[in-house]
């Protein structure tokens, strides 16, 4: 109980203010067997305020004929996370094929909570090739990535610098291996800005849930990968945050309720 408590009066401090409209594609990172679990709670709660939304999976739909999900569905990949990496590129590659009807793509896992308004808030019209995310600055020196649990945004402009196709502009990181850290070498290459969404002193994308970072119960690897100092309690998270993840579908429906819903009572 105490701990919706906390997530509860959490939500009060998130912005409602007004934004431009950036019309945002999510890319929604999935395997088969999350279908119907978590793709779809996460169709039913904050997907549909992206502008338009497609889950990500390579697996035979015939097992989920009942499922009434936007799929897209590759093929000549495993379903695994092994060859996440690949999985993403591929999809990358049929999404520069086609015209480009949105300003941003948003590229995020299926058990990760998005709140659109402060995205919306953030994101803006520019000529500059740019993503943003959680910027994950490891200490044994290697370059900087994106953290891919939290989520990235990239601008058409990027985007097009990875025309004709990634296997010609992107050929070294298109192999199975880490999705996150390979798709932000691929934009590193291709002069693509990685901005880490820093609001003061806090980071607005989070690659780990909203009680995590209250209660500062943090692993090895975010302390190791980490810019920024951490904080306990409300001072955890800025009131601008955008994503959490390893959210479960409990949480993903109470925030439903308690944002949105409860408002609307």
């Known amino acids: 109980m105490t701990t919706t408590l906390y997530l509860f009066s959490f939500l009060l401090l998130f912005s409602n203010s007004s934004s431009s409209h950036q019309r945002i594609y999510c890319l929604i990172k999935t395997f088969g067997q999350n279908l119907a679990t978590r793709a779809l709670t996460v169709h039913q709660t904050w997907a549909h305020r992206c502008d338009k939304h497609v889950f990500l999976t390579a697996t035979n739909l015939t097992k989920w004929n009942n499922i009434s999900l936007p799929i897209l569905n590759l093929f000549d990949v495993g379903d695994n996370y092994l060859e996440l990496s690949i999985k993403v590129f591929d999809a990358l590659n049929i999404i520069i094929q086609q015209p480009l009807d949105f300003d941003w793509l948003l590229v995020v896992d299926d058990d990760t909570y998005i709140i659109m308004e402060n995205l919306r808030q953030l994101l803006y019209q520019t000529s500059k090739p740019l993503a943003f995310g959680h910027l994950f600055a490891p200490k044994n020196g290697a370059p900087t990535h994106l953290s891919g649990g939290a989520g990235y945004a990239i ?11 990634l296997q010609t502009t992107c050929s070294e990181w298109y192999v199975p291996g880490m999705e996150d850290v390979y798709v932000s070498r691929c934009l590193q290459h291709l002069n693509v800005s990685l901005d880490g969404a820093i609001d003061g002193i806090h980071h607005r ?8 970072m209250y209660k500062m119960e943090l692993p090895k690897w975010f302390s190791d990968y ?40």
């Open 226 to 265: 980490n810019l920024l100092k951490s904080y306990s309690g409300f001072n955890c998270c800025s009131s601008q945050s955008i994503t959490f993840h390893y959210m479960t579908r409990e949480w993903m429906n109470f925030i439903e309720w308690a944002r949105y819903l409860h408002d609307n009572k």
């Open 205 to 212: 994308f989070y690659p780990l849930e909203f009680m995590n």
């Open 155 to 165: 601008n058409t402009v990027a985007l097009q610098r990875m025309l004709p196709n």
